[in-house]
């Protein structure tokens, strides 16, 4: 049944328009996976029909066609040419099959379409650069040096963000900056249509970040949450689809408690995780085990009272740890084993009155940078390996005994200890 009108033609560089016979089925395309996107066009008419499918599965999502229509119809699917290698349309707003022909087979499942777009087609879409005109997208703004930039400020509804973003279709920005705003959420769909790297919220009262897990940020690497109040609490289920992240930064928030709800949803490809003034008091056993890609791991001015081994990851290979200004008493002797490529250690401003040499690999010779200071140390025995591998920088003063009080740590010699 193949003919000169199956040909799938892309009209435009997003959707893709079948056609066998007189039915057809119109959608959007995932740029560089060639994957269906989310949000197809609705049901116009006997003849035109829309339908969702899940990213990565092709399975179609609760909110397509029902399946009495999908039964009763026939479908159009896909087949690559092999004997042709050219591509379909010349014009710079056309999207470009690389290396394939489309052609057309009707009477077949529609299992067997998902399968057959979701498959084997690369679409490449061309992105504008620089900034989208002014007026489009206001009153947010766009600088394009040195690089793509969208600021948003005083923003009181989704709906404008919304506006902003559909007339920057086709657009990427590296930098989205939304600030001093007062949002319920996020619209999870404002994004399908713009590439966005880095998104920062700051100075945002935001009742949840997402109204639903937010799909088209498939390209998002750096998320960064600072003194925004989120009324209900991060869902980091909102965070699962993700996959690019690789820093996520929360800071003057309130996350108690990171333990499973965490480490299900988020990305185990995360390289950087801070967390600053975040009221965090506990981090339950697990919680970054799985986190095999970090590399610096901060939780900062926080309560936290206690730190296992079983938090990290064995081996841990990450090169920054940063527990500052908590409330940890003791080190445990194998806290900071099995971490072959660590270099900075930051404790300062804790409880800690001492720190042995088993709670570091090689008595913590390849330390760089460990910092100690505003802690009450006992510059006793139980420090004195610190005389003979000493960090390069080594930050601390002696709280007792009263002979040694007040002494830099770096400024200690073997001969101020008897052991």
């Not at 880095?198 to 799909?215: G, S, W």
């Not at 079983?310 to 527990?323: M, S, W």
Request: with cysteine.
């Amino acid at each position: 049944m193949q003919s000169d009108r199956s040909r799938v033609l892309f009209t435009d560089e997003s959707r893709f328009n079948l056609k066998c016979g007189t039915r057809r089925v119109l959608g959007n395309v995932r740029p560089h996976t060639g994957r269906l996107m989310e949000n197809c066009l609705d049901d116009k008419n006997n003849t035109e029909y829309g339908g969702n499918v899940r990213p990565h599965t092709g399975r179609l999502m609760e909110n397509c066609l029902d399946a009495k229509t999908v039964q009763n119809m026939e479908w159009a699917a896909c087949s690559p040419d092999p004997n042709k290698s050219s591509m379909f349309g010349t014009h710079s707003n056309e999207a470009l099959l690389q290396g394939q022909h489309i052609l057309l087979f009707c009477n077949t499942s529609i299992s067997h379409l998902i399968k057959k777009l979701t498959s084997g087609i690369s679409l490449r879409i061309k992105r504008e650069t620089g900034c989208p005109d002014a007026e489009d997208i206001k009153p947010c703004v766009c600088t394009n040096s040195p690089f793509t930039y969208l600021e948003c400020k005083n923003i009181s509804d989704a709906e404008i963000l919304r506006s902003v973003f559909v007339k920057s279709e086709r657009y990427r920005y590296k930098e989205v900056h939304i600030e001093y705003s007062s949002l319920q959420y996020l619209p999870y769909n404002m994004f399908e249509k713009v590439k966005v790297i880095e998104l920062y919220l700051k100075n945002v009262t935001i009742a949840q970040i997402f109204d639903r897990p937010p799909e088209a940020l498939d390209e998002l690497r750096k998320l960064h949450i600072e003194n925004t109040k989120v009324i209900r609490g991060i869902v980091w289920e909102l965070l699962e689809p993700l996959k690019s992240l690789r820093i996520l930064n929360i800071y003057y928030n309130i996350v108690r408690n990171l333990g499973r709800d965490f480490s299900k949803y988020v990305t185990k490809d995360l390289e950087q995780l801070t967390f600053y003034a975040t009221e965090t008091k506990t981090i339950k056993s697990g919680t970054f085990a799985e986190f095999s890609k970090l590399d610096k791991l901060a939780v900062d001015a926080g309560n936290l009272t206690k730190l296992t081994r079983d938090i990290f990851p064995i081996p841990f290979n990450g090169r920054v740890l940063y527990f500052n200004d908590n409330q940890l008493t003791k080190i445990p002797d194998d806290l900071f084993t099995q971490m072959p490529n660590l270099q900075t250690l930051g404790m300062r401003n804790n409880l800690i009155g001492t720190i042995k040499k088993e709670a570091l690999d090689n008595d913590g010779a390849r330390l760089t940078y460990l910092m100690l200071d505003g802690n009450p140390l006992k510059c006793d025995c139980d420090l004195v390996w610190l005389m003979h591998s000493r960090p390069e920088v080594l930050q601390g003063t002696c709280e007792s005994p009263k002979k040694l009080h007040g002494k830099e740590l770096k400024d200690l010699s073997a001969s101020d200890f008897n052991c």
